[in-house]
């Protein structure tokens, strides 16, 4: 298993235009998050998902955002007629519940967006 | 809300300097916090992590002490290495009322000179 790992690595879109981003998590890890990074701040939490279920998602994710992970494996984070403000880093973690001492959010190397 | 704050950046160490990265927490429950360190190119890695008051986390030379009493999770290493050329992130997690989110600090850029 070589960790998270997150496709495209880098994606460039006209204003507008919808994109999806896709993340397959570490094989036995039943949790998956995401989040989004700006340039020069940290990651800001986006949503969640136990297995198939999402279960927290944050005042952030508008409804130009929707997020899946249908079989409980890979999800995908759909932006729909994305904005300027879309650009930023969108990061994938995952981890395996229930949390405690021995568990970790492992994360991927993130997708960056640019909207132009 | 929850949220964390750390010192601001960039810092510029010489090698073999002592590093102090600050970061204080607020929280409205017992989180366990964490330094996530991220080299350039590469994504989030956990550094270290501390799970109740008073635990100590350490990695790698660096050491953070959970401190309930001031807040805190101070991070430290006693020589850096041009290697650690990084930015650190603080954060904290909360895992009462089903919430499992981390809260991130800004980063703090720290760079090394040989």
């Known amino acids: 298993d070589t960790g998270v790992s997150q496709d495209p690595r880098h994606k460039i879109t006209k204003r507008g235009q919808n994109v999806t981003f896709r993340c397959d998590p570490i094989?036995?890890?039943?949790?998956l998050y995401w989040y989004r990074q700006t340039l020069g701040q940290g990651p800001e939490f986006l949503t969640y998902?136990?297995?198939?279920?999402?279960?927290?998602k944050s005042r952030l994710l508008s409804d130009r955002f929707s997020a899946e992970r249908p079989k409980g494996s890979f999800s995908t984070l759909e932006i729909q007629r994305t904005e300027q403000g879309d650009s930023a880093m969108y990061l994938c973690?995952?981890?395996?519940?229930?949390?405690?001492?021995?568990?970790?959010?492992?994360f991927g190397q993130g997708t960056r967006l640019t909207v132009v | 809300g929850d949220s964390v704050t750390q010192m601001e950046g960039p810092v510029t160490l010489s090698e073999e300097a002592f590093l102090t990265i600050n970061c204080t927490y607020t929280?409205?429950?017992?989180?366990?916090l964490f330094w996530y360190v991220q080299y350039p190119g590469e994504g989030l890695q956990l550094l270290l992590k501390?799970?109740?008051?008073?635990d100590k986390g350490s990695n790698k030379g660096f050491e953070a002490t959970y401190r309930k009493e001031t807040t805190s999770f101070h991070l430290e290493k006693g020589s850096v290495q041009v290697s650690d050329s990084a930015v650190y992130f603080c954060?904290?997690?909360?895992?009462?009322?089903?919430?499992?989110?981390?809260?991130f600090g800004k980063g703090t850029k720290l760079t090394v000179n040989p």
């Open positions: 501390a799970t109740k008051a008073d």
């Open positions: 998902f136990q297995n198939e279920a999402q279960l927290e």
């Open positions: 973690a995952s981890s395996l519940a229930p949390s405690g001492e021995n568990t970790e959010a492992f």
């Open positions: 954060a904290l997690r909360l895992t009462q009322g089903g919430s499992e989110k981390l809260v």
């Open positions: 094989s036995e890890h039943n949790r």
């Open positions: 929280a409205t429950g017992y989180p366990s």
